[in-house]
Structures are given as C-alpha cells and as structure tokens.
C-alpha cells in the first residue's frame, strides 16, 4: 500500500492524468469504494487543471499525446457523469468545450452528436440505446462513444438540433 501511495503522490505532484488512470488498477484492488471517490475526484481534478491551461494557452489537444489523451478522458466521463444524473444543460456546455477541444476530428464531431443528444432533451440511456452504436464503439475500444446509428442521428437532426 506504502508504494501505492507513493506513485500516487508523484504523479500528482507531476501533473500526470495519464499516470494516475495508469494507477486505477491497482486503486480498485487496494481501495475501498470510499477510498475511490477522492483517487477519481484527483484525476478530475487535474484534468480541469490542464484544461485550463489549454484554454490559456489557445492550443487544441492531441488525442494521440498521452496526456492530453488523459485529459479529455477524464472531462468526457465528466461531462456523461453530468448526462447520467439528468444534468443535461451542464453535460452539453462539456461536450461543447469537448468538441473544441480536440484537433481530433472524429472526436470533435462525436462530442457534437453528443451535445445535440443532451440539447434535444434525450435522456443518456435513449442516447446510448437509439443513437450510439456501442457494438461498433466497443469493436473500435475507444474511451467514448465514437460510432453513432443512422437511424439515431436522423433522430437527433429531426428534433432541431
């Protein structure tokens, strides 16, 4: 456990989002579910951190630079734990920075897809069920739904956004 904490408190000290979702493993196999929340709350943390020195920076992140891989991970699994919970408006100002964000053009637009899915009012599990194609995500093993329905989008386009 001694040494857990020890790579911890180096990768916070160093800034490193990678590093810690590195570490994540081994958090669930030595920390309770208490112990969690704060390891989890420490990597958003950071996250917003670097976010906020992008934004001042007016660079956009590279999805293949680990870090800033890291990053936006960590601020989409925000912006879908603010979808989960009905909080919609917030989860679409995410997926709106989200999409800016990245000079990943795929991921750009899925964040997109995803901000319309919230804006129209969808609830996160219609999303996922009439919109996002999780068979197709899950074969890409991307960190975000990247592989959207036909049909879905069509929805999306005829509800006005």
Known sequence: MEAFKEKVLKAQSEGSVATLYVLAREAHELLSEDEL??????????????LTDVLGSARQMDINEVEDFATLRAIYEYAM???????????????????????????????KIHQAGADAGMSIDAFVENVGDMDTTR???SFYISEFKKEGLKTLQGSGS
């Open 37 to 50: 929340v704060p390891f989890y709350a420490n990597i958003l943390e950071l996250a917003l951190e670097n």
């Open 139 to 141: 074969n890409t093993a």
């Open 81 to 111: 734990e603010h979808y989960s919970v009905g909080k919609k408006r917030d989860a679409s100002a995410l997926f709106e920075v989200l999409s800016g964000l990245s000079s990943d053009k795929k991921f750009s637009e899925a964040m």
